[in-house]
Nanobody, 123 residues
Framework: VQLQASGGGLVQAGGSLRLSCAAS????????MGWFRQAPGNEREFVAV????????YVADSVKGRFTISRDNAANTVYLQRISLKPEDTAIYYC?????????????????WGQGTLVTVSS
C-alpha cells in the first residue's frame, strides 16, 4: 500500500481543514486506516483510526469533537475533517495503514506510512 496525503497548509485558529489520503493497492479496503501527527520537538502521536469498513472510528481525546475520520473504499481514500483548529494542532500529519482490519492507537502496528502533510495553525 502506498499512501499520499494532501490538504495541509496554513489556517487561522478556529478555521477548518480537510486532509485527504489517497492509497494505491488492492488491499486498501481490507485495512484499518489512521492518522498520526508530529509537532516540532514532539514524538508522533495518535490522532484517529477507522476500521476497514468505516463502521468503527476512534479519535484521540485531544481532538474529540473537533476531528472526524472517514473513508471511501471505492475511491481508496481516507479523510480527516478538522474544525475549530487550534495552534497546538500545528504538526505534520501522517496517513497510515494498519496491518489488520480493526486498527488501534499503537504506532508500531501501522506498517505503511505516507510522506506527511504540514498543517500550520496561526493564532
Amino acid at each position: 500500500v502506498q499512501l499520499q496525503a494532501s490538504g495541509g497548509g496554513l489556517v487561522q485558529a478556529g478555521g477548518s481543514l480537510r486532509l485527504s489520503c489517497a492509497a494505491s493497492g488492492r488491499t486498501f479496503s481490507t485495512k484499518a486506516m489512521g492518522w498520526f501527527r508530529q509537532a516540532p520537538g514532539n514524538e508522533r502521536e495518535f490522532v484517529a483510526v477507522i476500521s476497514w469498513s468505516g463502521g468503527s472510528t476512534y479519535v484521540a481525546d485531544s481532538v474529540k469533537g473537533r476531528f472526524t475520520i472517514s473513508r471511501d473504499n471505492a475511491a481508496n481514500t481516507v479523510y480527516l475533517q478538522r474544525i475549530s483548529l487550534k495552534p497546538e494542532d500545528t504538526a505534520i500529519y501522517y496517513c497510515v495503514a494498519h496491518k489488520a482490519r480493526w486498527g488501534s492507537t499503537v504506532l508500531s502496528e501501522y506498517n505503511y506510512w505516507g510522506q506527511g502533510t504540514l498543517v500550520t495553525v496561526s493564532s
